[in-house]
């Protein structure tokens, strides 16, 4: 298959789990910006590390802890070369995005550099984890946190972030790609005007959503952090890195206290360890990080400008499909990372998840960790399709074709989320109305009336058995004729 600039993409065989069946069907795997799923390259390196090379790192004596050192910091080179770092020192390796920012907002925290009356600038569309840990230092020590508006197109509102800088801003959070959204934040200009406002502002970067996707710099974006988790690079979860800017690392403290980080330890008092160790107490996820690597060589091989084209051709194939059906697409078509998030009148994202889930096709649904944006914009959740390097154009048909089927399904169910089933379900389901409205229908009963739950399946297997046609329930009656025949 090929992507926007005719790159053939043919990386499937890579990745076992793609070949997973689900009943007749192949699974279409459209959950990436969740996490990715992991080419055999990376499966083989973590069983090459515990077959043979893991030992505990640094001040070994013997030839397994020398050799598993050696890996270790070669991984970290590997992260350093692919964020284009200056030096792999500013490379801390993390559990994933969540504890790299939690790692610089508790480090700020203990510095002193942000006191009572200062600003941290967020924006509406952060994923929680770019916001309650702000959120959490701005309570500690009497900081505001300011988030900067989208535009009515739900882009980035330039001119209200240029309102909100002034002389207490001593942060700036934003994420590359939103995550609920799929925007592309202009983050370079973001983070040159923030350095403009004032040089000592310091720019962090979530990189969750763009480290996969698009060739990254942090030298040329000019940020002073940049945090991402390896789960959505192709590497296992429970992996990550921090890079941080040399002379913001060293001027900081240390958080975590412990081995490792330290240089000498007396009880009168203890020096800690150079960059980027002093930020790494304990033992690390040592096989994980080097496995880490693997994904990132496997990545760099393919190319990310390669990646890139080709990832971007999915959502706009996609874009197009879904306009046609008359759904709310979230922001505009272009400028986008490898994801779209839909709302439809009418339709709760639950229930469209979950007839999707019953055609194989695997999206996810809810608030994706961004309550504020869903707030900002007045709903509780979307339904999201995200793509990565091995999706194909193929899948995207199969994704329009089975959201235009399940709307079918449920438009016909009609607008009270009332589906063609028996009377006495039928009741049931208007009693939970409001769980329903909260939840989709599907979820509330999960929660609450297994036992319906498991008849509406039925009904809804069978009602899909005789293609389309038969989804159709015969208008008035709420019962589809081909159930009435058995
Ligand atoms: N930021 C963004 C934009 C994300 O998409 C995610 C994961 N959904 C995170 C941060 C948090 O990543 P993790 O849970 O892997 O730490």
Redesign the pocket.
């Known amino acids: 298959h090929q992507g926007r600039g005719g790159e053939v993409m043919d990386y499937r065989a890579d990745f076992p789990i793609l070949s997973t069946m689900l009943g007749k069907r192949r699974l279409v795997y459209l959950d990436n ?3 990715t799923q992991k080419p055999t390259c990376v499966l083989e390196a973590g069983r090459l590390y515990y077959e043979q090379q893991n030992s505990n790192i640094h001040r070994g004596a013997h030839y397994l802890s020398r050799l598993a050192t050696e890996e270790h910091e070669k991984a970290r080179e590997t992260v350093a070369d692919f964020l284009h770092a200056a030096s792999s020192r500013e490379v801390i390796f993390t ?7 939690n790692l610089v907002a508790q480090t700020l925290a203990l510095s002193g550099l942000i006191g009572a009356g200062d600003e941290i600038i967020v924006t509406t569309d ?5 916001i309650v840990p702000w959120q959490m230092l701005c309570g500690r020590v009497g900081a505001k946190l300011l988030p900067v508006p989208l535009t009515p197109e739900l882009t980035f509102d330039m001119e209200a972030y240029h309102r909100l800088l002034s002389s207490r801003t001593r942060l700036v959070a934003v ?5 609920a959204l799929g925007a592309i934040n202009p983050v370079q200009q973001i983070i040159a005007d923030a350095r403009r406002n004032n040089p000592a502002t310091l720019v962090l970067v ?1 990189g ?2 763009s480290t996969a996707h698009l060739p990254v710099n942090v030298q040329e974006l000019g940020c002073d952090f940049y ?1 991402f ?1 390896g ?2 690079v192709y590497a296992p ?1 429970g992996t ?1 890195a921090l890079w941080g800017r040399e002379e913001v690392l060293e001027m900081l403290p240390p958080w975590l206290g412990g081995g490792e980080m330290i240089s000498e330890v007396t009880f009168e008092k203890t020096s800690y360890n150079p960059l980027p160790f002093k930020y790494e107490a304990g033992t690390p996820n040592i096989g994980g990080n080097i496995v880490l690597a693997a994904a990132l060589r496997y990545v760099q091989e393919i190319g990310l400008p390669k990646i890139d084209a080709h990832e971007m051709a999915l959502p706009r194939r996609m874009y197009d499909g879904l306009q046609e059906l008359g759904v709310n697409i979230l922001g505009p078509r272009d400028s986008r990372g490898a994801l779209i998030s839909i709302t439809v009148p009418g339709v709760h994202h639950y229930d469209l998840g979950t007839l999707l889930d019953q055609m194989a096709i695997a999206v996810r649904t809810g608030h ?2 961004c309550q504020p944006f869903m707030q900002s914009i007045g709903i509780t959740g979307t339904t999201r399709y995200s793509f990565a390097l091995y999706n194909t154009m193929d899948e995207v048909d199969s994704a329009l074709s089975a959201t235009a089927r399940a709307l079918d399904m449920l438009h016909d169910a009609g607008d009270e989320h009332v589906l063609p089933v028996r009377d006495d379900v039928h009741l049931q389901l208007r009693a939970h109305q409001v769980l329903i409205d909260q939840h989709g229908v599907f979820n509330a009963l999960r929660e609450n009336q297994l036992h319906i739950a498991r008849q509406l399946r039925i009904v809804m297997r069978t009602r899909c058995a005789g293609g389309a046609r038969c989804c159709r329930p015969r208008r008035g009656s709420g019962r589809c004729p081909r159930r009435r025949r058995q």
């Open positions: 910006a969740a996490t559990s994933g995005c969540t504890a790299g920012i952060a994923h929680h984890s770019n994420p590359y790609i939103s995550n979530d969750a959503q945090a988790s789960h959505k979860t990550g994706h960790c």
